[in-house]
T-cell receptor, first 114, second 112 residues
């Protein structure tokens, strides 16, 4: 069975500071991993994805994530937070060769302080 | 026009009423999904469909039903709405492979 755990339901950073959102996964098969962002009153938008190619994945808006198999982690980072990054972020996992269903984490709300 | 369109955007209904949420897509994707979002619980899968003749239950299908009327249309019904079905509902689509989902903007449902 697959699962995702996002550590920290709420993260607060100052504008210009490093953003680090944590995601750990469990999967019995090699995983595909995703990060989505949800701005207020909107649907989810794909930030980036890992599909067994390069372990360091770059996404939109300056975000990146690194797949670490030994740590079963896929943490999301951004060197310098902007006010516009305030949103809810979801990590998700699916298994290679499976039905394509995504299992989502509980979400992390990012607050950016001026 | 949006790639994935959900109607209505907001709905308030009474306990015991039947309600249908609709989803249509222009992505040409075969796969469609219904999720509900609750604070602190993330998104949970209700039903999914890989083509018109394929319907599958997700982790929380009790109290819900779906209909895949065409490749582009996937409706979610609450047969007899109850207050704990108050949530934000999302429709999503995908193609085969690892492309990820395209989401609709959501339907905020309140059951009173």
């Amino acid at each position: 069975a697959q699962s995702v755990t996002q550590l920290g339901s709420h993260v607060s950073v100052s504008e210009g500071a490093l953003v680090l959102l944590r995601c750990n996964y469990s999967s019995s098969v090699p995983p595909y991993l995703f990060w989505y962002v949800q701005y207020p009153n909107q649907g989810l938008q794909l930030l980036l994805k890992y599909t067994s190619a390069a372990t360091l994945v770059k996404g939109i808006n300056g975000f990146e994530a690194e797949f670490k198999k030994s740590e079963t982690s896929f943490h999301l980072t951004k060197p310098s937070a902007h006010m516009s990054d305030a949103a809810e972020y979801f990590c998700a996992v699916s298994g290679i060769g499976n039905t394509g269903k995504l299992i989502f984490g509980q979400g992390t709300t990012l607050q950016v302080k001026p | 026009d949006a790639d994935v369109t959900q109607t209505p955007r907001n709905r308030i209904t009474k306990t015991g009423k039947r309600i249908m949420l609709e989803c249509s897509q222009t992505k040409g994707h075969d796969r469609m999904y219904w999720y509900r979002q609750d604070p602190g619980l993330g998104l949970r899968l209700i039903y999914y469909s890989f083509d018109v003749k394929d319907i599958n239950k997700g982790e929380i299908s009790d109290g819900y039903s779906v209909s895949r009327q065409a490749q582009a249309k996937f409706s979610l019904s609450l047969e007899s709405a109850i207050p704990n079905q108050t949530a934000l509902y999302f429709c999503a689509t995908s193609s085969q492979g690892a492309g990820g989902y395209t989401f609709g903007s959501g339907t905020r449902l309140t059951v009173v």
